[in-house]
Structures are given as C-alpha cells and as structure tokens.
C-alpha cells in the first residue's frame, strides 16, 4: 500500500530545513515525476502556516532538473506574511544543486461574495461507464495512477492537442489536500501527445496552478476529471492548461504548464 501523503512530507530537522527521502518507482525517465515534487513543495510551503484559515491559492513553480532516488533537502522560507496573506518560498535541493522550486500564497477567504466562472464545465461520460486503462508501466510512476480515458488516447495521431481522462491514485489518496490536487494535475500525460503518432521525451519546466478550495466535501477516493489543451507550441515548447473537475461538475484546479520536448 502507498501513503502518498507520508512519501511527500518531508521531515523536518531545523526551522526552515527539511529532509527528504526519494523512493524508487516514482519516475519519469531519470527523475521523479514532477507532480511528486511538486506535492513535496506544497507540504513544505503549507508547514510554514499555522493559521488553518489559511488555504493555498496559488503556487508557481520552476523544475530546474530530475529528482533522483534517495536523499534530498528541502529548504522553506517566509516571505511575507501579511493580515490576510502569507507568502512562501521552497526549494529542493540534492547534491548541492536547485531541483526544483516554488513559491505559494496561502490566504484566507475575502469578505468579496461575488463567484464567477466563465469556463464551460465538461459533461463527460460518467466514470463508472468508462472501462480503466490496463495497468500503465510508461512511465513508470504511472503504475500508481488509474485512468479512465474519455477522449484520444496519447499518440494516436488525433488531430486535436487534448486530454479528456478520470483520474485518481491507486490505492486512494488519505485525504484529498492541496498537495494531493498538486500532484494530479501533473498525473497525466500531456495534451501535444494526443496529436504525436509516437513517443518523445518531454519535461514539464514552469508550473502555474490556482487552487479553489474548501477540499473537504469531496471524498478523497473520488475521481477528478482532467481536462487539458494545448494553447501554443513552438520551437520545442509548448503551453497547456489544464483542469480538474468533480463528478459534479465543480472547478478544483486550473494549470498551466511550459512543457519541453527534450529531443
């Protein structure tokens, strides 16, 4: 069985310090995929709030290189915690080099009532009448993901940039947090591979995510829908937004993405 909330808390041995130890099978190719480090990041940025009124809104991030099997350290600083909003920075860092970092706003709800939502919800076929994909082995952390695909499967030459797939852990996630959100909005593949009639190396290098929560009324073994589009590719990179959606068509997460093809 998988914690996948323990795997990504880091321990912490110092204020502002933490240390982390990489499990073997997480990867995507040589390193860990970077919805774990990205989960990492959030557990760290979230430790540094006391204040549970505090929700994290939005997190950008850079991954700088791979995150290697075993031993690494994870660095966290406040930047500035005002009235209403705190700002955190955090880093991970093995053999002495920047892996990936991030910075987070965790802030309380504003006294501003007015909701908003000018994206079309999807209406996909519901998850119990989608059959799961086999048990996926490439890549490699994917064995720890179920999906059930609604739209083109990736490299199928389809003529559309897009992703329309269910997606949860397996086994279910403890609680469904803002750490576990993180993680499956990098679960699946991206959107260029839909049109791709093979397989290529790619590498997400800049991350963007705005969260909505509360989190507590979905249950954490619920699938989430993804849905993602790439909107401009071009000289070996391409933008993507993604979204994930509840069974009942409410917005949890939106993502944007810079993605790599390596070669």
Request: net charge negative; hydrophobic share 40%.
């Amino acid at each position: 069985m998988v914690d996948f909330v323990a795997l990504t808390t880091p321990r912490v041995v110092a204020p502002g310090r933490c240390s982390l130890d990489v499990p073997d099978g997480w990867q995507q190719g040589r390193g860990a995929f970077g919805g774990f480090c990205l989960a990492v990041l959030v557990r760290a940025i979230e430790s540094m709030e006391d204040d549970a009124e505090r929700s994290l809104r939005s997190l950008t991030a850079e991954l700088c290189g791979p995150l290697l099997a075993g031993p690494a350290e994870v660095l966290v600083e406040v930047l500035r915690r005002g009235s209403g909003m705190t700002t955190v920075a955090a880093r991970i860092v093995q053999e002495g080099t920047v892996i990936s970092h991030a910075v987070g706003i965790l802030a309380r709800s504003r006294t501003d009532t007015t909701t908003l939502r000018t994206i079309t919800p999807p209406r996909p076929t519901p998850w119990n009448d989608v059959a799961p994909l086999p048990s996926q082995e490439w890549p490699t952390f994917a064995k720890f993901f179920e999906y059930r695909v609604t739209g083109p499967l990736p490299f199928s030459g389809h003529s559309s940039p897009v992703t329309e797939t269910w997606v949860r852990l397996r086994p279910p996630c403890p609680r469904l947090d803002a750490a576990y959100l993180t993680a499956l909005a990098d679960a699946t593949w991206p959107a260029s591979f839909s049109v791709m009639p093979e397989p290529r190396p790619v590498g997400t290098v800049s991350f963007t995510l705005q969260l909505f929560p509360p989190f507590d009324r979905v249950k954490p073994d619920a699938p989430l829908y993804h849905r993602g589009q790439v909107l401009v590719a071009a000289d070996g990179y391409a933008v993507e937004r993604r979204e994930l959606w509840t069974e009942d068509g409410e917005l949890l997460a939106l993502n944007h993405q810079t993605i790599a093809t390596i070669r």
